[in-house]
Nanobody, 115 residues
Framework: QVQLIESGGGLVQAGGSLRLSCAASGRTFGDYYMGWSRQAPGKEREFVAAINWSGSTSYADSVKDRFTISRDNAKNTVYLQVHSLKPEDTAVYYC?????????WGQGTQVTVSS
């Protein structure tokens, strides 16, 4: 069982920045495939960014060049640095982990961007 706890969300003005964190349980965090998704009100959950065990990253086109995903294996934590936020980035941001054949999700952290 892997537990994920997100933090770092909040209310920010357009153009602002935040750093989201996701702390994971488990002794083999370095092997986890980690990522972030988000869900805006009335919309389906969508992929945002992911990072594998070697540090290779992937991003949704809508956030490329504005968001950066990273991981600190010593702290069992994955981060999402978000810059140049737009009102359309408003959503609940969820951290997830893929461990072998299972997916785990956190409870989410709200990001609200005011115009």
């Amino acid at each position: 069982q892997v537990q994920l706890i997100e933090s770092g969300g909040g209310l920010v003005q357009a153009g602002g920045s935040l750093r989201l964190s996701c702390a994971a349980s488990g002794r083999t965090f370095g092997d986890y495939y980690m990522g972030w998704s988000r869900q805006a009100p009335g919309k389906e959950r969508e992929f945002v960014a992911a990072i594998n065990w070697s540090g290779s990253t992937s991003y949704a086109d809508s956030v490329k060049d504005r968001f950066t995903i990273s991981r600190d294996n010593a702290k069992n934590t994955v981060y999402l640095q978000v810059h140049s936020l737009k009102p359309e980035d408003t959503a609940v941001y969820y951290c997830y982990a893929k461990v072998f054949t299972r997916d785990y999700w956190g409870q989410g952290t709200q990001v609200t961007v005011s115009s």
